[in-house]
């Protein structure tokens, strides 16, 4: 038997001849073409694509490192604000304080003040009564001594004119 007898034996559908090498040909030319043609543009867009997912994705990646620096420093504004707005109100809140001790230190001058003005205005009526409790002693005594020299008294009507006296000083005291 001839090889090409025990490869078709061997094989079993498989006959070299021309045929056979006509479809390998072409299978060689066909895969030249497309390996010239196809496959080159094929590999460079799957390349590229691939080159394009890894870009996104590092793109993705520098977003979110980003966004967590983002995120961070906003984290750190807010920290700072709610401090910032904490040292205000202690801030506001001493120099409330401060007005308000202000305020009552003028109001204890004021006051004192006023009760002094007042305390004078007493003396001044206190002298003022006075000065009238004298000037209606002083009308009683000559009323009395008027009294005294129209009558010649003896002991007893002496001490009634005394009494007498002093009873009418009396009611003349609590009627002013």
């Given at each position: ?22 479809t ?15 496959f ?11 080159e ?67 305390k004078r ?5 206190k ?16 009323l009395?001594a008027?009294?005294v ?14 009494h ?11 009627q002013?």
């Amino acid at each position: 038997m001839s090889q090409i007898g025990v490869l078709t034996s061997y094989f079993g559908l498989i006959e070299f001849n021309f045929t056979f090498i006509a479809t390998i040909v072409n299978f060689l030319i066909l895969f030249l073409f497309l390996k010239k043609f196809l496959f080159e543009k094929v590999t460079d867009f799957i390349n590229a694509r691939e080159e394009e997912v890894r870009n996104n994705i590092q793109d993705a990646e520098n977003d979110r490192i980003k966004a967590n620096a983002l995120k961070a420093d906003y984290e750190g504004k807010l920290k700072n604000a709610e401090s910032e707005g904490r040292d205000i109100i202690r801030d506001h809140t001493v120099k409330a304080e401060r007005n308000a001790q202000d305020i009552m230190t003028k109001a204890d001058a004021d006051a004192k003040h006023l009760i002094e003005n007042a305390k004078r205005e007493i003396e001044r009526e206190k002298v003022k009564a006075i000065n009238s409790l004298k000037d209606d002693i002083s009308d009683l005594a000559i009323l009395a001594a008027e009294r005294v020299v129209e009558k010649d008294l003896d002991e007893k009507s002496h001490r009634e004119l005394i009494h007498g006296f002093i009873e009418e000083v009396g009611d003349t005291k609590w009627q002013n």
